[in-house]
């Protein structure tokens, strides 16, 4: 299994087959008191309680989803890394000592469902899944399940994964790494295809980061026994995008932040009591924030959450 592990774009992996849970040993993990979420008797209250938590990171193996990791393991936390490329896992395993490590390609459904197996057959409770995965891709393609790949990437493979560990979250929490680049498209759940001749990258991107905050929304309203948040972690120095020109923007713009900042809004968002937050809210820093109207429209977070079961249930 392989999944992008961090906000760059995401390339095919022409052997899903040969992708493979690697597990390091449980006590590689500091074990210190820490708060989280945790089921209470009533499921619309979450009562805190002390202990280690488990934290899944997607695109947890450099970026924003690297340093948000590392800042859970120092507040020591049991996180379960998720990352597409070897190189990169390998290198924030021995960064952050996770519980456990695994290799998915969310442009592979099929990939996705194995991560969630994966996940529900070594972990009796998750209690924050960050969706931090994704990526903008140069150029049209479609995967081999047939859809849009920025759009599965971004949002149908981390509905897909949510959605199969549904049951396991009941009390827990959902960070989506959205974007402000929301702005520049609105999900059509009609065409989770894709269109070549009108295709264009960042509003194919647009897209999946409204799809994002939609999500986020709907899955709130769907959902009230899991707090759903949604944020843009600001414009970060990563290695984004599939063009030289935006690769090198991302990595060299002066005005950037730096994936640990960008980190800490995660974190902050992971572990802040409820009362401080808004559940299904879109957040810009430590602020609620309204997204455009189309990714606040609840008719189009409907049909999207519909369609989308459709789609990955196909």
């Keep these: 299994m392989c999944i992008d592990a961090s906000p760059i774009a995401v390339q095919a992996n022409s052997n899903h087959q040969a992708a493979r849970r690697i597990v390091a040993p449980l006590s590689a993990v500091i074990r210190t008191p820490s708060r989280y979420p945790r089921p209470g008797a009533d499921p619309h209250v979450r009562e805190y309680d002390d202990g280690m938590a488990t934290i899944v990171v997607t695109g947890g193996s450099s970026g924003v989803g690297l340093a948000a990791a590392e800042q859970f393991a120092a507040r020591g936390d049991e996180v379960v890394l998720v990352g597409r490329d070897p190189r990169r896992l390998a290198g924030a395993v021995a960064r952050v000592r996770p519980a456990a490590h695994f290799r998915a390609d969310f442009e592979s459904l099929a990939e996705v469902r194995a991560l969630a197996g994966d996940l529900l057959a070594g972990f009796p409770r998750i209690d924050v899944l960050a969706n931090n995965a994704g990526g903008m891709i140069d150029g049209f393609r479609r995967t081999a399940d047939g859809f849009e790949a920025t759009f599965q990437a971004n949002h149908l493979a981390p509905f897909l994964l949510t959605t199969l560990l549904r049951e396991r979250l009941r009390g827990a929490r959902v960070v989506n790494t959205a974007s402000r680049a929301h702005l520049y498209g609105r999900p059509d759940p009609d065409r989770p295809e894709g269109d070549p001749a009108s295709y264009n990258r960042w509003r194919a991107y647009g897209a999946g980061k409204s799809a994002n905050i939609l999500f986020a929304a709907e899955a709130a309203r769907r959902w009230p026994d899991v707090f759903s948040v949604s944020f843009h972690p600001g414009v970060v120095r990563t290695?984004?995008?599939?063009?030289?020109?935006?690769?090198?923007?991302?990595?060299?713009?002066?005005?950037?932040?730096?994936?640990?900042?960008?980190?800490?809004?995660?974190?902050?968002?992971?572990?802040?009591?409820?009362?401080?937050?808004?559940?299904?809210?879109?957040?810009?820093?430590?602020?609620?924030?309204?997204?455009?109207?189309?990714?606040?429209?609840?008719?189009?977070?409907?049909?999207?959450?519909?369609?989308?079961?459709?789609?990955?249930?196909?």
């Design 239 to 314: 290695n984004f995008g599939a063009g030289r020109t935006v690769r090198l923007f991302y990595r060299f713009a002066p005005f950037l932040v730096t994936p640990e900042k960008a980190g800490e809004l995660l974190v902050w968002l992971a572990t802040a009591p409820e009362a401080e937050l808004v559940n299904g809210g879109y957040y810009v820093g430590h602020s609620l924030t309204t997204p455009a109207a189309h990714a606040r429209d609840p008719e189009l977070a409907g049909r999207l959450w519909e369609a989308s079961a459709e789609a990955v249930n196909k």
